[in-house]
Nanobody, 123 residues
Framework: QVQLVESGGGLVQAVAPLGLSCAAAVRTRSSYCMGWFRQAPGKEREFVAAISWSSMSIAYADSVKGRFTISRDNAKGMVSLQMLSLKPEDSAVYYC????????????????WGQGTQVTVSS
């Protein structure tokens, strides 16, 4: 069953801004934590950013800190990731996830996942 749906991926040049959105199903809109992860070919899924239900707790991977911004709108059931100053190394499939159990940077603690959206950054 589809619980999360991402949109906004595409092919962009380095330094160009790109925004990703994640539309959540009703039962995932009150999750403890929402996050973004990414996975490049042949690599493990890695943490990008996370945000709590209240938006009071926000965390970013060191690799994207200062360049990406995560936000959450519970009323609309949407989580967004604004990516600025993109680098070729940011190229990957980006996944939106939801955790009902804990605030976490680990993919193992997330209960629901979107299908992923491809982001390709050229130099």
């Amino acid at each position: 069953q589809v619980q999360l749906v991402e949109s906004g991926g595409g092919l962009v040049q380095a330094v160009a801004p790109l925004g990703l959105s994640c539309a959540a199903a009703v039962r995932t809109r009150s999750s403890y934590c929402m996050g973004w992860f990414r996975q490049a070919p042949g690599k493990e899924r890695e943490f990008v950013a996370a945000i709590s239900w209240s938006s009071m707790s926000i965390a970013y991977a060191d690799s994207v800190k200062g360049r990406f911004t995560i936000s959450r709108d519970n009323a609309k059931g949407m989580v967004s990731l604004q990516m600025l100053s993109l680098k070729p190394e940011d190229s990957a499939v980006y996944y939106c996830g939801a955790s009902d159990t804990a605030w976490s940077k680990s993919s193992y603690d997330y209960d629901y996942w979107g299908q992923g959206t491809q982001v390709t950054v050229s130099s």
